[in-house]
C-alpha cells in the first residue's frame, strides 16, 4: 500500500477553481508536512505564467506537456521554499491537462518533480536524517472530467517507478498544529578570497550550519534529544485544543576538539561577517508528533533563513552590479502573514527600501492569493532586527580580520566565554535583551 495525502479542503477548493486552457496545461506545488506514517497537504499554489508566454515563437512543440518549462516550475519551487517556515515544504507537484494528454501525463511529472528536488537541494545547507521522507507526491487532474490520479516518486532514485498514493480530503488539519518560536544570535565571520568569495561564503554558512545541527535543542526547558512524544494527554486532541507556541532555545558547543585537531592556515584577502538577531518559526502536526523531530524543524529553520537572506543579498548585488567591499549591507528582515484557512504562516523577506505593499504584491505571485497588508506582521524583528541583521565586508587589511572568530559575542563576560555551551537560539521573551547587544555590534573593526 502507498502512501496517504491527508488534504486541506481548501486545496480542493482551489484545484476546483483552476482550469487549463484550450491546448494547454497547468502546473502548481502541493505543500506541506510529511511524517512517518502519512503526509499533509495544506496549500496548492499554480505556477506562475512567465511573461514572455502567449508571444510569438518559432519553435514548434508536438505537445503542450514538452511546452512546460521545468527550469521554470523548479525555480518557482525554490522561491515559495524561501517563504515557508520550519516543517512545512514542497511536498510535490500537480498538473492539469486535457483528456488527450493523460497518459502522458506522469512522464512529465516525473521529470518536473526531479527537476523540483535537484533545485531545491542545491542550496540547502542542511543533510537529510534517515527519518526524513524522500517519495514525492504528484497529483494529476483531468480538466474535463476532473478526475483526480495520485502517485508518488522516490527522489533518491532516479530510476524510480510511480507508486499509487490514496489522496483524502479534510478540513482544519492544520488549525491546532503547535507552533515553536525561537530568537538567535549570529556573529559569523567568514574569510574569503578573492577569486571564490561566494563559494567561500557557502562554505562558511555550511561549518556553521553543522554546529546548529549539532546543537542540544530545548523545547520549553525540555531536551529535545529523546523519542518521546512533543504534544501529551489531552493536548493531543487535534480539533478541540487550541494552537500552542513553544519557546525554543539550542545550545551549541563553543569548542569542537575535532575541529580544533583539524583546523588549518588558509590565505584569505579579505572578511564577510553576518551579525544580527533573526526570527524562526516551525510547525509541527500532531500525528503523534516526536520532539527531536519539532527540534530538527526548528534547527532547520534557524539554518535556511540565515542561508536564504545571504543568497539573496548576494543575488541583489549582483543583479545591480555591486560588491560587499568593505562595506555594511542590512540584510532583509523576515515578515509573517497568515496563510487562509489554517493555523500557519508564511514568510516572506522585506529590504530596507521595501514596504509591506511589495510583500503583499509576491505573496500574490509566488502564492496566488491576495493578503492585505495590514495583515502581514512587520513587527517580529523590527525596528531594532532591520539594523542588527547585517552582512560586512572587510578587504582584509586588519591582520586579523581573517580569523574565524567563534558565533558568541567577544563582548560577553570572560565567564561565559570559558563555558562548555553558549545560547545561539534564546525564546521570543528574551529577544529584547539579545537585541540590545547585537546592535551595539554592528560595525566590523570598531
Request: with cysteine.
Amino acid at each position: 500500500m502507498g502512501r496517504g495525502y491527508t488534504v486541506e479542503e481548501s486545496v480542493e477548493k482551489y484545484l476546483a477553481s483552476l482550469s487549463a486552457a484550450a491546448g494547454s496545461c497547468e502546473t502548481g506545488l502541493l505543500i506541506g508536512q510529511s511524517s512517518a506514517q502519512k503526509d499533509f497537504v495544506v496549500l496548492a499554489v499554480k505556477t506562475p505564467h512567465r511573461e514572455s508566454e502567449g508571444g510569438s515563437d518559432s519553435r514548434r512543440v508536438s505537445s503542450p506537456l514538452d511546452d512546460i518549462d521545468a527550469d521554470w516550475v523548479a525555480e518557482h519551487a525554490r522561491q515559495v521554499s524561501r517563504m515557508l517556515p520550519g516543517g512545512v515544504n514542497v511536498l510535490g507537484l500537480f498538473l492539469i491537462t486535457p483528456p488527450e494528454l493523460s497518459k502522458e501525463a506522469q512522464n512529465t511529472l516525473k521529470r518536473l518533480i526531479f527537476a523540483v528536488d535537484k533545485c531545491i537541494s542545491k542550496s540547502r545547507l542542511w543533510d537529510l536524517s534517515e527519518d526524513d521522507v524522500t517519495d514525492r507526491v504528484t497529483l494529476h487532474i483531468c480538466s474535463k472530467t476532473r478526475k483526480a490520479i495520485c502517485k508518488t516518486y522516490d527522489v533518491k532514485d532516479p530510476k524510480c517507478s510511480a507508486k499509487p498514493a490514496d489522496w483524502k480530503y479534510l478540513s482544519g488539519i492544520s488549525s491546532s498544529w503547535p507552533v515553536l518560536t525561537c530568537s538567535v544570535k549570529v556573529d559569523l565571520q567568514i574569510p574569503v578570497t578573492e577569486s571564490s568569495s561566494e563559494k567561500c561564503i557557502k562554505d562558511g554558512l555550511r561549518r556553521w550550519a553543522k554546529q546548529i545541527e549539532g546543537g542540544l535543542c530545548l523545547i520549553n526547558g525540555r531536551p529535545a534529544s529523546d523519542d518521546s512524544e512533543l504534544l501529551s494527554g489531552s493536548k493531543k486532541s487535534t480539533k478541540t485544543s487550541q494552537q500552542q507556541t513553544l519557546q525554543a532555545q539550542i545550545l551549541v558547543s563553543e569548542e569542537d576538539p575535532v575541529q580544533r585537531c583539524s583546523a588549518v592556515v588558509q590565505a584569505s584577502s579579505g572578511s564577510v561577517r553576518v551579525r544580527g538577531t533573526i526570527h524562526c518559526r516551525a510547525y509541527s502536526h500532531t500525528n503523534k508528533p516526536r520532539i527531536r523531530h519539532a527540534a530538527q524543524a526548528i534547527k532547520r529553520d534557524v539554518v535556511n533563513t540565515v542561508s536564504d537572506r545571504v543568497e539573496m543579498l548576494l543575488e541583489d548585488l549582483q543583479m545591480n552590479e555591486e560588491g560587499p567591499a568593505s562595506e555594511q549591507q542590512d540584510l532583509p528582515q523576515r515578515v509573517f502573514a497568515p496563510l487562509p484557512g489554517s493555523g500557519l504562516t508564511v514568510c516572506d523577506y522585506m529590504f530596507p527600501d521595501e514596504t509591506a505593499t511589495d510583500v503583499a504584491e509576491r505573496l500574490k505571485e509566488m502564492l496566488d492569493w491576495e493578503s492585505a497588508e495590514e495583515d502581514i506582521d512587520t513587527s517580529v524583528e523590527a525596528p531594532a532586527c532591520r539594523s542588527a541583521s547585517v552582512l560586512e565586508a572587510d578587504d582584509g587589511r586588519d591582520d586579523g580580520a581573517a580569523q574565524d572568530v567563534p558565533t558568541e559575542s567577544n563582548t560577553e563576560p570572560v565567564k561565559q566565554q570559558k563555558a562548555s555551551h553558549y545560547y545561539a537560539g534564546v525564546a521570543v521573551a528574551a529577544a529584547v535583551a539579545l537585541l540590545a547587544t547585537a546592535t551595539s555590534l554592528l560595525y566590523l573593526n570598531e
